[in-house]
């Protein structure tokens, strides 16, 4: 099942996505109605709220007063906390229900106006935002919803702001455009990216990179990219990780690199490596068990190569539209230093990064000369043997 969060600002068009979401076939869960399903009459929510409020917050027709709550609830913290201390478990059980009842093959969308308020976007399995500026908001609440603009710029401001929503949209769909134009873009993306990482979820099976490898300009978007995932990786982890970092060449400023993000989970042992398997699984980075351990590079001061110690876990994203490695890596354990320690290394040095580049670059040339799944193995061969002489100048500019 690949869970799906959709939120946008109020008046942004989230009922169109999700309407145009559930006509491809997803199961489309609508956190507004729940918080009106749990305190209809009848419900021990609503008696929970007579209970904590009076009973004059329901009207004559013994459905709850809104506005008789609003009064009693907002503008004061601890009500409103304790308002929330009754419908949140409500609503929290009354999702998951609903999420348990849908096929395993499903690709649920939740559709929460306040995933970013209530922070909730770690726990989805990819963040779909929907933007448009917020005059324009107004004016098609005021035109096509009958809200008073007193009222909606009001509410738009008590919202998360359009900044704070970019910053948890894997996906960001433009709804400033004519009426249908929105609709199609769900259509791309269905096609292009959500059924095939349904698919990869389920099956276990890690999206590959299409085509030949590519070492590509550098993006601004991967660090806020890869914090994205690492915000994922640790609602997985929970305190099994010791810490969770950005490695690799994305990870550093200005580097050209493969447009594909590599993450580091730290954990004390292999055991609690593999313990973490399915619940990164579930998260949207199937393991790759044919992968258990780095390229040993020499270490100095020892003779041979104890591959053992280069032991880790590799994970990889099920999602085609965000290639990510994820290494599960032992504290302290040389795979795990070199990783941090590399990356600082090409932050501070830009000669390194420049030499290091022309290694990539003679990688790929080498990977496009060779055929398909050849590509990826001419592309390391090259690297290799850089990557260990570069072992020893690193420890040797930490210790400088
Ligand atoms: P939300 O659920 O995010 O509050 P809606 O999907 O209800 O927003 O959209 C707000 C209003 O704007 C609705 O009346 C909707 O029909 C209308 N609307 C949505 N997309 C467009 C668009 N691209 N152009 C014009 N009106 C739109």
């Known amino acids: 099942m690949l869970r799906i969060g959709l939120t946008g600002g109020m008046g942004a068009g989230k009922s169109t996505v999700a309407r145009a979401l559930a006509d491809l076939g997803a199961v489309v869960i609508d956190s ?25 917050i329901v009207g004559a027709d013994g459905a709850l007063d809104r506005p008789a709550l609003a009064a009693r609830a907002f ?10 201390a009754i419908t949140h478990p409500l609503v929290g059980k009354r999702t998951a229900e609903l999420i348990a009842a849908a096929p395993s093959d499903a690709i649920v969308v939740q559709d929460i106006p306040l995933l970013v308020e209530n922070g909730l976007a770690p726990l ?17 609440l005021v035109e096509f919803r ?68 590519r070492v590509v300009p550098p993006d601004l978007e991967w660090p806020a990219q890869a914090q994205r995932l690492i915000a994922r990786l640790w609602a997985a982890c929970g305190s099994a990780a010791s810490r969770i970092d950005h490695i690799g060449s994305t990870s550093v400023p ?9 993450l580091q989970i730290t954990v004390s042992d292999l055991d609690a490596a593999d313990c973490l398997r399915d619940a990164l699984g579930a998260a949207g980075f199937p393991c790759r068990p044919d992968v258990t351990h780095d390229d040993p590079v020499p270490l100095p001061g020892s003779t041979g190569i104890d591959t053992t110690v280069w032991s880790k876990r590799f994970h ?28 600082d290394w090409l932050r501070a040095e830009p000669a390194v990064c420049a030499e290091y580049l022309a290694v990539k670059r003679a990688g790929e040339a080498e990977a496009g000369a060779a055929a398909g799944a050849d590509a ?25």
């Open 124 to 140: 989805m399995n990819l963040v779909v935002v929907v933007e448009v500026d917020s005059e324009t908001r107004i004016r098609r």
């Open 32 to 56: 507004d109605l729940i918080a009106r399903e749990v305190v209809a009459p009848g419900t021990e929510g609503l008696a929970a709220l007579v209970a904590a409020f009076g009973a004059d």
């Open 254 to 262: 200005g580097l050209p690199a493969k447009d594909v993000i590599d």
């Open 316 to 343: 990889q994203s099920a999602d085609p539209g965000r290639l990510a490695n994820v290494h599960v890596r032992v504290a302290d354990s040389p795979g795990q230093q070199y990783a941090l320690l590399f990356r």
């Open 376 to 400: 990826l193995e001419a592309y390391l061969t090259v690297k290799r043997p850089w990557f260990s002489a570069a072992y020893p100048r690193a420890l040797a500019w930490r210790d400088r």
């Open 75 to 84: 503008g004061d913290d601890q009500a409103r906390a304790k308002l929330n």
């Open 146 to 213: 009958g809200v008073a603009e007193a009222d909606a710029r009001a509410r738009i401001a008590k919202q998360a702001t359009d900044d704070q929503r970019r910053a948890v949209a894997d996906v960001l769909l433009d709804n400033s455009g004519a009426p249908g134009e929105v609709e199609a873009a769900v259509g791309r993306l269905w096609e292009r990216r959500l059924t095939a990482f349904e698919h990869n979820l389920r099956t276990g099976t890690p999206a590959r990179l299409h085509g030949e490898i």
